[in-house]
């Protein structure tokens, strides 16, 4: 079956440093969504990319996905101490109509302030 | 507007007991989807509910069941539960199906269950 792969699982930055979280799939992506859990929270969407090659930004948050749509990265610059979560991206598989939203494993960011 | 409510948010249950887990979605919004998640899996899907039918199911075993009313709102039944049951389980509403794109999913609270 699809697997989305995260990397890194952990990430420990001080604070003003850039983080960066890569998401790669086995299987094409009709569109990459992203969402930010806070600890002890719930999961909050993001963004969604649906183009291959698509580049989005939301303030200090750069998200890409990639060429061949099997790949998305998240970037963050100078970051702060609300930027502290777990990130996760999501996709469905594309084709068909019966597929569902497969989540990476996320990557836990920590920043020192 | 509201967002994604769920009940109960804590729920502590032994072996064999069965649960349901109720989600109200956003006013308007006809799909629900419902995820465990666990620190050792993370977050995995288990089905997802569209104008009350089942449109996508993950991989989980039959003890787990669905359900969606005519006002979207959704329950998830777990029956003979077991201790690896324990876990978060959130529900998550959009407008169109999950997977779709221009569609964004609003998760609820969770309810956290704890099997013992």
């Known amino acids: 079956g699809q697997q989305v792969m995260q990397i890194p699982q952990y990430q420990h930055v001080q604070e003003g440093e850039d983080f960066t979280t890569y998401c790669n799939s086995s299987?094409?992506?009709?569109?990459i969504q992203w969402y930010k859990q806070r600890p002890g929270g719930h999961p909050v969407f993001l963004i969604q990319?649906?183009?291959?090659?698509e580049v989005k930004k939301q303030k200090r948050l750069t998200f890409q996905f990639g060429e061949a749509k099997k790949n998305s990265s998240l970037h963050i610059t100078a970051t702060q101490t609300t930027d502290v979560g777990t990130y996760f991206c999501a996709g469905p598989g594309s084709g068909g109509s019966n597929y569902k939203l497969t989540f990476g494993k996320g990557t836990l960011l920590t920043v020192n302030p | 507007k509201a967002g994604v409510t769920q009940t109960p948010r804590y729920l502590i249950k032994t072996r064999g007991q069965q649960v349901t887990l109720s989600c109200s979605p956003i006013?308007?919004?006809?799909?629900v989807s419902w995820y465990q998640q666990t620190p050792g899996q993370g977050l995995q899907f288990l089905f997802e509910?569209?104008?009350?039918?089942?449109?996508n199911k993950g991989n989980f075993p039959g003890r787990f069941s669905g359900r969606q009313f005519s006002n979207s709102r959704s329950e998830m039944n777990v029956s003979t539960l077991e201790l690896g049951d324990s876990a978060l389980y959130l529900c998550?509403?959009?407008?169109?199906?999950?997977?779709?794109?221009?569609?964004?999913?609003?998760f609820g609270p969770g309810t956290r269950l704890t099997v013992l």
């Open positions: 990319l649906v183009k291959s090659g």
């Open positions: 299987t094409t992506l009709s569109n």
């Open positions: 998550a509403s959009s407008l169109g199906l999950g997977t779709s794109a221009y569609n964004e999913q609003f």
């Open positions: 006013s308007g919004h006809r799909s």
């Open positions: 509910y569209f104008s009350e039918t089942q449109r």
